[in-house]
């Protein structure tokens, strides 16, 4: 990067953490740090909740995600304003009337301690994990344009942000997320003008999406069902619908942001907000992929976009790489005639276009063939690389496309993306494992000035211990698709155990945390087995959970009718 952009880079990162610190000040109990005093009104609600979820992956990775397996993804969504309806009917008022820290405490009144703990720890574990996933994604960026060694890019990542959060807690984070999001999205809307603009000469924007959709990118809505297809419109609709249902309505890194309301209305304001604004903005976000290939199926394109990985096997197997990029040379100097060729002919419906787009479409295949056998070689080296390039792909088209200071800028975006969602979900690791877990086994609650001090630790503990999950998420794939696999692990059992809470009144704590317990085996066995694909993980854990503790009641009656 030039100078110019190391200025923007550096100076946007430190005003935000200023601003952090400066707005978090003077925090004197956990009312103030995990709650942010109940204060925030409707729209700060809103971009919390949509900066808690649109983290460092989503900018960063779902390009990738869209340029690889084109825009389906969006599909993952179509269940989520149904399930902010739900939560504002059912899980908002609760939450506010019980004026709950954590959304688990709500379960010990309802059912016991141990369902109160179960639940929790199954959060944290899920949460941490992904927490961690989401510090590695900005430390991708430092690793590549410095050439610093991921591992030390994970440790700066995640300790630069734990300087506000560990000092101001909710109201630092909830100011900062409003600060972060308006910025991302100003700045990605502006790369996505770019984008078009550097497109060859004669190329326009419908252009690029003709292409785009020939290529089969535009692929927003497919109707066929399969229990294996990660992305269709019935995964969507009804795995979609729970993921989304569990992760909005019991997950505390958004709980913890809709509690932080004024009220009950600004708190449904905010979610209702988001459930109607989140599809059309990762459209436009996943469009930038799609519109990505066009660009690549128009200009040169590296044989991988994960550049370090790749120099690695230039360096190990140099005749292999270099056989590599022969064929590569030629195949992209075709796949570049006939994505122009195709521009040209696209208004005459001719024999020779569709002539012409066969050539494209298997040429394509060509290209992705190469690509794929390009990848198997690194992987099969001794090099510890990712297992994909997906997470590169947009970022190689900022490193070596946008104008200076723009690069530093987009960037910097990245890391507030990361930031906003990774402060959320340490404060509400912390709500969770001071509330739940260790205050509820101290015989005598500790003084406010005590307790703010367990909280700031708390969120040490979990900083550190994601920083050090980072370190273990090379081998992931595509990071969007690994956070949202991992959620879907643990948010099926943890939603049924809020239906049965809310909705089944005579089922009982024991009940319930057999059922649990049980439904969280069959979860991990069905993904092990990859029965079905994972977002059918959300509605199999809570079905399970209702099921057995439908099967349990009947056994608890039995047993007394004896």
């Known amino acids: 990067m030039s100078n110019i952009d190391w200025i923007v880079l550096l100076f946007t990162l430190f005003a935000v953490v200023a601003y952090g610190v400066f707005i978090g000040r003077g925090q004197k109990s956990n009312e103030s740090y995990l709650k942010a005093d109940n204060k925030m009104p409707w729209y700060i609600v809103l971009l919390g909740i949509m900066a808690t979820q649109a983290s460092a992956i989503t900018f960063l990775s779902a390009p990738g995600q869209a340029y690889t397996d084109g825009m389906r993804f969006v599909q993952y969504y179509f269940g989520l304003p149904l399930a902010m309806i739900v939560i504002c009917i059912t899980f908002i008022p609760i939450f506010q009337r019980l004026n709950v820290y954590t959304a688990y405490e709500y379960l010990e009144n309802r059912f016991d301690r141990k369902t109160r703990v179960l639940t929790s720890l199954l959060f944290l574990f899920s949460r941490g994990l992904s927490t961690g996933i989401s510090i590695y994604a900005p430390s991708i960026i430092l690793s590549s344009v410095l050439n610093w060694n991921i591992y030390l890019t994970n440790v700066l990542t995640g300790g630069i942000l734990l300087i506000y959060t560990y000092v101001g807690g909710a109201k630092a984070i909830a100011h900062t997320q409003k600060l972060q999001f308006l910025i991302i999205l100003g700045t990605m809307a502006f790369a996505g003008y770019l984008l078009v603009q550097n497109m060859p000469n004669g190329i326009g924007f419908k252009d690029a999406l003709y292409l785009a959709g020939k290529s089969g990118k535009l692929n927003v809505i497919t109707t066929d069902f399969d229990w294996k297809d990660k992305y269709n419109i019935w995964s969507g609709l009804i795995g979609g619908f729970f993921l989304a249902l569990s992760y909005f309505g019991t997950d505390q890194s958004q709980v913890g942001r809709y509690i932080t309301a ?59 790489a270099a056989a590599f990029e022969k064929e590569h040379q030629v195949l992209q100097q075709k796949f570049n005639a006939e994505s122009k060729a195709i521009i040209e002919l696209k208004e005459s419906k001719s024999v020779a276009l569709s002539n012409k787009i066969e050539d494209f479409k298997e040429t394509q295949s060509e290209v992705k063939n190469l690509h794929g056998r390009v990848e198997e070689a690194i992987n099969n080296s001794n090099y510890n690389a990712e297992k994909t390039d997906t997470n590169y792909i947009f970022l190689y088209f900022v490193k070596n496309t946008l104008p200076v200071g723009m690069i530093g800028l987009l960037f910097a975006i990245i890391f507030l993306a990361s930031w906003g969602s990774i402060s959320a979900a340490l404060n509400s690791l912390a709500a969770c494992s001071l509330k739940d877990i260790h205050l509820i086994f101290k015989k005598e609650l500790p003084d406010d000035e005590t307790e703010l001090k367990y909280s700031r630790l708390h969120t040490l503990a979990w900083g550190i211990f994601s920083i050090a999950v980072a370190m273990f998420a090379t081998q992931m794939g595509s990071l969007i698709e690994a956070v949202n696999v991992l959620g879907s692990l643990f948010y099926g059992p943890i939603l049924g155990i809020f239906l049965v809470a809310f909705y089944y ?34 509605v199999i854990g ?21």
């Open 505 to 538: 009144k005579k089922i009982t704590g024991p009940n319930v945390f057999l059922a649990a317990i049980l439904s969280e085996i069959v979860v991990i066995a069905v993904y092990k087995f990859d029965i079905v694909s994972f977002l059918w993980l959300n």
């Open 542 to 562: 809570a079905a399970a959970v209702i099921l057995f503790s439908a099967i349990g009641l009947l056994f608890y009656r039995a047993k007394a009718l004896n």
């Open 262 to 320: 004024k009220d009950n209305t600004n708190a449904k304001m905010g979610l209702l907000l988001n459930g109607l604004v989140k599809i059309p903005m990762q459209f436009a976000i996943l469009l930038i992929g799609a519109l990505l290939f066009a660009f690549f199926s128009l200009k040169p394109a590296p044989i991988y976009f994960n550049e370090r990985s790749y120099q690695y096997l230039k360096d190990t197997k140099p005749a292999q």
